[in-house]
């Protein structure tokens, strides 16, 4: 029945298999069908009933098929970043033409934010994990602290500077918003 499955899943993939055909095709179906067996024996205390157990059994033969199945792809044609053609690759980070100036405008807003409506603490706080990439627990214990108390002033300081930026004209989108 295992093997019967592994042929039916194989042949339904023929398309990724390529010119996978004859004794090569039914030793990857049989290969399939034999670590499907092994994998049910080891899970055999598993299987709670709560459908048939062939069906439960087909399950691990489809497994095995789909990573036979990625193997032999991977086999085919290993992925290479020789074979990446650069100029065919988009330029989706470049700067539209309006986009500097108002980059500019929300840094400059940004800056005013951090220095004018956060608390020393928060600043403090904001600039070592935001802007220097310290990490929490190492800022608690530089400033004599736990992680919470550190994560409650980062949260603060961040929901304050959205609330600047977005009255200094600057809303930030739900993506632009966590750092």
Request: charged share 30%; aromatic share 8%.
């Amino acid at each position: 029945m295992l093997q019967r499955a592994a042929f039916h899943e194989l042949h339904r993939r023929r398309g990724q298999l390529g010119a996978l055909s004859g004794p090569e095709f039914d030793d990857v179906a049989q290969q399939c069908a034999d670590d499907a067996m092994m994998k049910i024996l080891a899970r055999l205390d598993d299987f709670e009933g709560l459908s048939r157990f062939t069906t439960w059994a087909y399950k691990f033969v489809i497994f095995e098929v789909s990573t036979k199945v990625a193997r032999h792809a991977w086999r085919r044609h290993p992925p290479s970043a020789e074979e990446l053609v650069w100029e065919h690759v988009p330029d989706t980070l470049a700067i539209r033409p309006g986009d500097q100036a108002e980059r500019r405008e929300q840094l400059d807003a940004l800056v005013k934010a951090v220095d004018e409506d956060l608390t020393p603490r928060q600043r403090e706080v904001f600039v070592a994990i935001a802007l220097n990439d310290v990490a929490i627990d190492v800022l608690a214990l530089q400033l004599e602290s736990n992680r919470n108390a550190i994560y409650k002033n980062l949260f603060d300081a961040r929901r304050k500077l959205r609330a600047s930026l977005a009255a200094a004209g600057h809303p930030l989108s739900d993506e632009d918003g966590r750092a």
